[in-house]
């Protein structure tokens, strides 16, 4: 199926009114005022960034960049869908906010929207402010339906930056901010860079569930509440699970009585080519491996306004019918939140978007980054991904797999920008996660601006 988008491509693109001495004023007062996330702040140069449409920004001197990271992964629906758009507009006009403890017509609508794509397994819809809270929400939910303290999750994760999801997580943002407790990380299965010294992904994923089985028996099964993972690892390098992976999991979980999460922060709503990662997983022959509960936040409406959830599954859900939920937020449910994912979820479907992915991942981006490999097999060690969610594994070394070192990266960076592309880079992987809109020219221009990139190394 081929896009059809409904996105005027003049109108907003009218990047002639542009004043440059705006985008100065931007920076100026940013340098003095802003205080930015995960980062030594004297050195820094952000980007000024006017305007945006579908997979394309641009600044106040009117260059356009090709938008290939969605920003930080959440821009689904590309920039200034105009539904959504009209969604927000439509909502202000009515009702700019109200009480989370009140019934509120948006509200109902995107849970009811969200629940018709996950599937019968899940009732209820818990909201909140965005991808972080959403984790904290579903591991208190886990403790509070087990009893039980403890919450397993991957060293290679990212779960979001507040008290329990920070320490969720693996990477080195866990580390400086360890204050909650109860957290116990295992390895999640990648071939490429195995742990277990595996050699073929069947096998990986089986040595991954018989770690996974070790660390819960050494933690004591009975003190775990939650295993939470991220159903595609994607800050971490989009560590696609090996069949038979999640099935395991979900095996295990049922063994030991623990609630299955999955985090879909930034998997879910049609990165994979599905609504949610677990449903592009599903093994042949086998049936989706379906979670306790989900998280989301991200995709779900393209973070037109600050939002993410918890989906619950009926049992859970009804734990808390006669029994306090001691959890809640100002905003949950925000009403121009609730309008924007209500537009935002209808354009996906009428208008193809989430098939979209699906198509342009598997006929497009993937046998176009698989042919950049084999142009420039020193250095792209491995291509990995589904729809639009993929990341190109750098190296120095083919044969060692070594990283590239962080010059190189800065470098591919700084040549990209200058080519007219806003890349997406973590460690020393370049993740190409452009919006799920994206059109077939667009990507055979990114390869090529990519290829350029690789070639002036
Ligand atoms: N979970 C995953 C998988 C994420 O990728 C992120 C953010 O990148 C989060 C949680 C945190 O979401 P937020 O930044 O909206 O709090």
């Not at 920039?79 to 009140?102: G, R």
């Not at 397994?121 to 909201?127: C, M």
């Not at 100002?330 to 935002?344: C, D, E, K, Q, W």
């Not at 592309?421 to 601006?449: I, K």
């Amino acid at each position: 199926m081929t896009l059809e988008p409904t996105t005027p491509d003049t109108a907003a693109r009218d990047t002639a009114a542009l004043d440059s001495e705006d985008g100065q004023l931007a920076y100026e007062l940013d340098r003095a005022h802003v205080f930015h996330s995960w980062s030594a702040q004297a050195a820094l140069k952000p980007m000024v960034i006017a305007g945006g449409l579908a997979s394309t920004v641009w600044d106040f001197d009117g260059n356009e960049y090709l938008d290939f990271s969605s920003q930080l992964v959440n821009v689904n629906i590309g920039h200034q869908h105009p539904a959504v758009v009209a969604a927000i507009h439509a909502q202000v006009d009515v009702l700019a906010t109200i009480a989370p403890a009140t019934a509120n017509l948006a509200r109902g609508q995107a849970a009811s929207r969200i629940l018709e794509r996950a599937g019968d397994e899940f009732s209820k819809v818990f909201f909140t402010n965005g991808g972080a809270d959403a984790n904290e929400n579903a591991i208190r939910l886990a403790r509070l339906h087990t009893g039980r303290d403890k919450v397993l999750s991957m060293y290679r994760s990212y779960h979001g930056n507040t008290g329990a999801a920070v320490v969720a997580t693996g990477d080195w943002r866990r580390v400086p901010n360890q204050y909650a407790r109860g957290h116990v990380h295992f390895f999640g299965p990648f071939s490429y860079r195995s742990e277990f010294w595996s050699e073929s992904p069947v096998e990986e994923g089986e040595r991954a569930l018989q770690h996974l089985r070790r660390v819960i028996q050494s933690e004591g099964a009975t003190s775990i509440a939650a295993i939470l993972i991220e159903t595609i690892p994607g800050t971490a390098g989009v560590l696609v699970p090996p069949p038979g992976y999640l099935a395991g999991v979900r095996a295990l979980a049922d063994e030991f009585g623990i609630v299955l999460i999955f985090d879909e922060v930034m998997a879910g709503f049609g990165r994979t080519g599905d609504w949610f990662a677990f449903q592009s997983l599903a093994d042949e022959g086998a049936d989706v491996v379906v979670p306790d509960l989900i998280t989301f936040a991200k995709g779900v409406n393209s973070g037109y306004v600050p939002v993410g959830g918890v989906i619950i599954s009926p049992s859970i859900a009804a734990a808390f019918d006669d029994s306090v939920f001691p959890g809640g937020l100002t905003y949950s449910g925000h009403p121009l939140a609730m309008a924007s994912i209500v537009g935002a979820l209808d354009a996906m479907e009428s208008e193809g978007i989430v098939a979209n992915a699906k198509r342009v991942g598997a006929d497009v981006i993937g046998p176009g980054l698989r042919a950049l490999q084999a142009k420039h097999p020193s250095i792209i060690g491995e291509v990995r991904g589904v729809g639009v969610f993929w990341a190109l594994d750098l190296v120095a070394d083919a044969a060692t797999r070594e990283p590239v070192a962080p010059a190189v990266i800065a470098a591919l960076k700084k040549s990209l920008l200058a080519l007219g592309l806003l890349p997406f880079f973590a460690d020393n992987r370049l993740h190409v996660v452009p919006p799920c809109v994206v059109t077939d020219d667009e990507v055979a221009r990114a390869l090529d601006l990519y290829d350029q990139a690789f070639s002036s190394l």
